[in-house]
């Protein structure tokens, strides 16, 4: 038993519960996973044995409850250094730490019209314009990023870091819903959904059997 235990949502539509659970996992830390599945009649009941905050993703770490993502994402640099989840450089990491707060602060048209759905694909999805400007700023982010800090790796800093597991549920939804993208983001995206960790994460995704009507969009 470890003394990390992460509480997540489905893998197939907590966007969030897979930013700290890819975090995590991607720094080499070992820990306890609690499955509670979003909006079924027991969810509220559940999760209040662990936050009252009501939300996926929790990490307990020895009985502490850390809540909001991207403060697991901090802990999780924290708890495994040489997993550089911040890039070392500090100018390169106030970066980071500012694309990985814009994400966890905005982009509220892409989340409410294209919820991430892992099992779904949508050829011929129609983005809003305020879904496409917010795709424009995301994808105008990632070019500078990686042109910026990418060097030889794959990733917005070269190696993977916590503004990766911020994105990579949007990696997951432009490629749901077969969003046309320029060069770089369209490289970015493959990078990111081939790691083996979000593979695996797919997977589970793919087996499971709930359903919200309402993340089902097209
Ligand atoms: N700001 C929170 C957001 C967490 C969040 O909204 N989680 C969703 C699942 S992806 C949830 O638990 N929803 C259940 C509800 O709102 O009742 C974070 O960054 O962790």
């Known amino acids: 038993m470890s003394n990390l235990t992460l509480v997540i949502g489905n893998r197939n539509y907590s966007s969030w519960s897979l930013r700290a659970w890819l975090a995590l996992t991607q ?21 209040a044995k662990y936050s009252d905050a009501g939300k996926v993703p929790i990490l307990i770490e020895d009985g502490t409850v850390i809540g909001e993502s991207i403060a697991i994402l901090e802990r999780a640099a924290e708890l495994a250094p040489s997993a550089k989840l911040w890039p070392d450089d500090p100018l390169a990491r106030a970066a980071a730490r500012s694309c990985a707060a814009e994400m966890h602060a905005g982009f509220f048209a892409l989340r409410e019209h294209c919820p991430m759905n892992m099992r779904r694909s949508v050829p011929d999805f129609r983005l809003t314009p305020a879904v496409e400007q917010e ?42 819903y077969h969003v046309p993208l320029d060069e ?18 797919a997977e589970q995704a793919a087996q499971e059997e709930w359903v919200i009507a309402e993340e089902e969009v097209d």
């Open 27 to 47: 720094a080499g830390l070992e820990f306890d996973e609690i499955q509670i599945p979003l909006f079924m009649p027991k969810f509220k009941q559940e999760i």
């Open 135 to 176: 795709i424009a700023r995301i994808t105008q982010l990632w070019t500078e990023l990686r042109l910026n800090y990418g060097g030889s790796g794959d990733f917005l800093f070269g190696h993977f870091t916590n503004a990766d597991a911020m994105f990579a549920p949007v990696c997951s939804r432009l490629r749901s």
């Open 184 to 201: 770089v983001s369209a490289n970015y995206v493959s990078a990111v959904l081939a790691m083996p960790a979000m593979k695996d994460w």
